[in-house]
């Protein structure tokens, strides 16, 4: 049976309500006063997201947030500024806790996530507890050298050493198993994906339109970043998937309304592009 994931669904109507927001205020953001109820506009589905407890559709929803922010004409510098004031007070809030056991609205395994991110070893296994993903992946897309292992040949996907390896950790079957080259052309494809849908953006004949693509690109691209960071080891494991790549139907029809809405977008330009 299909279960709902309300989350997934969230982010299309994220997408569609915060860019009919922002139209409103093309050219208006360039003060923090002017920032602040676009951040309230989305705090609300954002802290729903926390609850579930769900991080990484939490930092979806913030990307795709700033990406269409950006676009609506907020100010960069200051979109910088808010953005790194943030990162300071995580890390800070982070170093405060490990240091001196500072309460987080953390779960135990959230923080172990990000200890072994930082050194898969260092779970208190020696890499065979929540740094073994990490570890297994990294040994998988290494091992499957420039040209791969050949499709159903990889040892680490067969072996089942590689955990979560059709959703999470899809990237790294690839890898092992169509090397360096079919991982690559898999980036490629995605780079030609996310280009000819800023393309469609900008050639929309309305803002709400340009906006709507922007968001649903900003979605793939967050997507495709942390997904394949985490498989390398750049990213902490968050469990986000791979844009029509890892199975699960939930996401996959939000990534099927993206590009529906998309084409929509560009048909509306009385233009047919793809």
């Known amino acids: 049976s299909l279960s709902v994931q309300p989350a997934e669904l969230a982010k299309i109507l994220i997408i569609l309500s915060f860019a009919s927001f922002l139209s409103k205020r093309q050219g208006a953001l360039n003060t923090l006063r002017d920032l602040i109820p676009c951040f309230l506009y989305v705090l609300v589905p954002f802290g729903l997201i926390l609850l579930q407890p769900d991080i990484g559709t939490g930092l979806v929803i913030l990307a795709i947030m700033l990406g269409m922010m950006f676009v609506a004409g907020a100010n960069p510098g200051l979109l910088l500024k808010v953005v790194s004031g943030a990162i300071l007070v995580v890390s800070l809030a982070l170093f405060l806790h490990f240091q001196f056991g500072m309460w987080l609205p953390l779960k135990d395994y959230q923080l172990l996530r990000l200890t072994v991110f930082l050194d ?155």
């Open 120 to 274: 898969p070893y260092n779970d208190g296994q020696g890499g065979r507890g929540a740094g073994w993903n990490t570890i297994q992946s990294l040994v998988a897309i290494g091992s499957g050298g420039f040209f791969g292992k050949g499709l159903f040949h990889g040892t680490q996907v067969q072996l089942n050493f590689l955990p979560e390896l059709h959703t999470d950790f899809i990237y790294a079957v690839i890898g092992e198993e169509l090397g360096f080259l079919g991982a690559a052309f898999l980036i490629v494809l995605y780079a030609i994906l996310i280009y000819r849908a800023l393309y469609i953006a900008f050639s929309a004949k309305d803002f709400y339109g340009t906006l709507v693509v922007v968001g649903i690109a900003t979605m793939w691209l967050f997507h495709i970043f942390e997904n394949i960071g985490m498989s390398i080891g750049i990213m902490p494991i968050t469990g986000i998937p791979l844009p029509f790549v890892s199975y699960g139907g939930n996401f996959m029809l939000t990534n099927f309304i993206g590009a529906g809405l998309i084409l929509a977008v560009n048909l509306k330009g009385n233009r047919i592009i793809f």
